[in-house]
C-alpha cells in the first residue's frame, strides 16, 4: 500500500531506505514478509510500543529467544543488546530452506511528534551514526519506521544523509533535501519542531567536522616538525 510504504534515496544510491508505518497486529505478518522479500538487513525502530498509554506500534518481534513463527515466516532471537536510550537486537528469519539475519536497532527516547531533547542530540546523532555503520556494509534497502512511519522516521532518514554529506561538503540544502523526501512521501519530518532539530543536530555535526579538522591539523603540523 504506497501511504504506508515510501521508497526514499539516500545519500550514495536510490531506493536506500524503505520508510513504513510501525506494524500491526494484522500487518505483522506481511511486514516479515516485505523484510524478506526485500532482503533488508536492517529495521530501525524509532517509536516505542506503547507511548502515553496509548499502542503506538505492534511488539511484532518475539519477546524471548523462542522462536516464533509469523505467518510461514520463522524469526528467532539470536542477541539483544541494551543501552538507555537504545536495544538493538539480531533476529535470524527462516522460510523454506533460506534464513537471513536482521539487526533490528530501536531508539526508544524519542517522542511522538515531538524531537528528543537539545541534550539528546549527542545521543540521537551516535544512534545515526551505529545505523549507518552497519548500512555501509550493505547495499540492500533499510526498512526505518515509528508509528505513522513520517515524522520520527523522515527526521532520522533526514540526519542519516546529512551525516554522510557534512563529512564531503562544507554546505548543505536541508530544505531542498526534505522537499525531495516530501516528493516520494508525503510529510517526511512532520513538525517544525522536527525541522528545526535536524538544523540543530547539523550545527552539532559542523562544529564536530571544524574540531576534528583542527585536531587532524595539528597531529600533521607535529608530524611534519619531527
Given at each position: 500500500?504506497?501511504?504506508?510504504l ?45 507511548e ?33 536510550e ?48 552497519q ?84 597531529i ?7
Open positions: 500500500n504506497s501511504e504506508l515510501g521508497n526514499l534515496q539516500g545519500y550514495k544510491h536510490s531506493k536506500e531506505y524503505i520508510a513504513t508505518q510501525g506494524p500491526l497486529p494484522e500487518t505483522r505478518n506481511d511486514f516479515w514478509k516485505m523484510v524478506l522479500q526485500q532482503k533488508s538487513p536492517i529495521i530501525v525502530m524509532l517509536t516505542q510500543c506503547n502515553r498509554r496509548r499502542v503506538k506500534c505492534d511488539h511484532y518481534w518475539p519477546f524471548t529467544d523462542e522462536l516464533v513463527m509469523y505467518g510461514e515466516i520463522s524469526v528467532e532471537m539470536m542477541s539483544e543488546t541494551k543501552s538507555p537504545w536495544t538493538i537486537t539480531k533476529f535470524r528469519l527462516g522460510y523454506a530452506d533460506e534464513t537471513q539475519d536482521v539487526l533490528h536497532l530501536n531508539y526508544t527516547s524519542w517522542p511522538d511528534h515531538g524531537v528528543p531533547t537539545v541534550n539528546a542530540i549527542e545521543s540521537i546523532l551516535q544512534f545515526v551514526h551505529i545505523v549507518r555503520q548500512a555501509n556494509r550493505t547495499k540492500d534497502p533499510i526498512i526505518v519506521h515509528c508509528s505513522a512511519g513520517v515524522g520520527r522516521t523522515g527526521t532520522f532518514i533526514a540526519l542519516d544523509r546529512l551525516m554522510q554529506h557534512i563529512r564531503e561538503h562544507e554546505f548543505a540544502d536541508i530544505l531542498g533535501m526534505v522537499s525531495e523526501m516530501r516528493s516520494h512521501r508525503l510529510s517526511m519530518v512532520q513538525t517544525e519542531e522536527q525541522y528545526v532539530f535536524i538544523h540543530q543536530c547539523v550545527l552539532l555535526m559542523w562544529q564536530k567536522k571544524k574540531q576534528s579538522s583542527i585536531t587532524s591539523d595539528v600533521y603540523e607535529n608530524a611534519s616538525k619531527t
